[in-house]
């Protein structure tokens, strides 16, 4: 067993919220010594841009998007590392097909009459949600630079209620039910853009907070020159160049206390064990990965583990030459395919030979992706290439599905193709969201600074990321998180492992 010099702080887990904290731990006190630990061979977590077609084309298999005015601690940390950005001028898919207006109620009716040619499913659920929060929230005056907007939210999420009982003790699909007809309610879930985060049951709360936000986006999204992998490379510099320590390939196994109140951990690295000693201890971690290592957490902490939804997501991609589709086509929402969403995107140069297809995935179709990856458990063989030619049922299911969408029988020349479950390991999810009865408050609380070992000790040990965050589902949740660690790791505290009052919460 090789054993490592000890740091003040070690990082584990090297997606978005490791890179972002280490860097922002870095710039408030340089002179902490950090090191990050990141299981598989490359940093980046759930972000993969994989380059297909020599290189042509780059096909994001993990987070396609940022958007500013979601997302403005992340629109900022894009500011900050200096990157160029494309703004993504394609608008979310919205289903084509219509509820049966027969089972809809009269009000329900109007709606649809309003929404007509644009998202009905969207509208829907905005009339459901409108009589969920009755005076609650001022829907009509909302805007989200208005003053207080954040304190009010966070008032909602707690405090909010629904038919006399607190509004996250209940499920989205359990408050809607109460206020929508079923055709409406089962419209929403199905035919609702991916946004709408439906095929689960989510807390009304929390769901709708996020939602609230959404509501009223303007403006477009967009990615960084060179795909998500550029914010990854280029965050991935400037940790490094601060001074942060990079180990990749190195899995955390187990942690323990010391006598004297510092940290043990236990990692894997090219199958040999590796001991480390640390005084703090941050997991960027999402719930599976967590679950893992939960021998090692006090049982408050374990409890808070289940808080959240794993949600699966697989994408899948092609190549193709002589594309169906002409450049700037619009997405489409799986109508009649088996997919919930389609984008297609042409070669800038030569649009008329070669195209890029991709078929985004949730509940329930996700499933059937799934199953046509031939090694499950080992999507991501070297950080990772996603599963090419391997499963001749793949390609054919790329095949039927560009089909479908497109309403041919002929046959499409696909070149290259891929595909990615992050439900497989180490991620464990797509993407997660809390759970019905949940308050995802306290357990964020909890999460964000705790001991182990013996009672009255200074918190040592801070858990962050996407999966228990305020903003699920999103690079900002998992910044969001990040900067309550760091609010909770007072400066004074990180060069010394001697609690005082001062860092106790
Ligand atoms: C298909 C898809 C599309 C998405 N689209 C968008 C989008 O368009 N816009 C957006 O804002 N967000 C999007 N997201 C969400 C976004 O990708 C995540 O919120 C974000 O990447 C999560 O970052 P994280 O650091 O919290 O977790 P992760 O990225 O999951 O990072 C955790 C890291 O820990 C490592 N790890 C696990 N266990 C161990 C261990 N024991 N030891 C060491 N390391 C370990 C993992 O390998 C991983 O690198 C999308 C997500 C998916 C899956």
Redesign the pocket.
Known sequence: MSMQTSSDICI???????LYLALQLKRRQPELRIEL????EA?????QTEPMLDGEFRAE??????EPDL?PL?DDFVRQLGLAVTPITSHEACSAIRPDNARLTPAERAVVQQAAGGDVAWALLWHGIAQVLGDQWPLAADRLDRPGRAADKARLRRLAQFGGCPLYRQGMWNVLAEVLSHEAVEFTREKGAFYNFKNQNPNAADWICQLLDMRLMQRPSYIPHGGMQALIDVAEQAVRAAGVGIHVG???LAFGERADGELDLQLRHAGAPVALRTRRLIL???RS?LE??APSLPAPVQACLDAVLCFP?V?ASCVMADPWWAPGAAPGSGEGATTRAAHFESHPDKPEAYGLAMFYNDDPWCHYWANLSDAPGARFPHKDRPVRSGDPRLRQALVRTLQQTFGRDDEPHLLEWGLCD?SAA??GA??HFWKPGRDSEQVMQTLAAFAIGQDGRAPQVHIC???YSDFQ??????LRSAQRVLQALPAAATSSHQGSDHERH
Request: charge should be negative; hydrophobic fraction near 50%; glycine fraction near 22%.
């Open positions: 584990i887990g090297g997606g978005i919220t490791g630990f990141e299981a598989l940093v980046g977590g759930r972000v298999f993990g987070a396609v998007r940022i997302q992340m190195h899995q955390l960027a971690l999402p990965p893992s290592l997501i994408w992050w180490p991620f797509g993407v990321g996407e999966a589902g999103f690079f900002e949740g998992a």
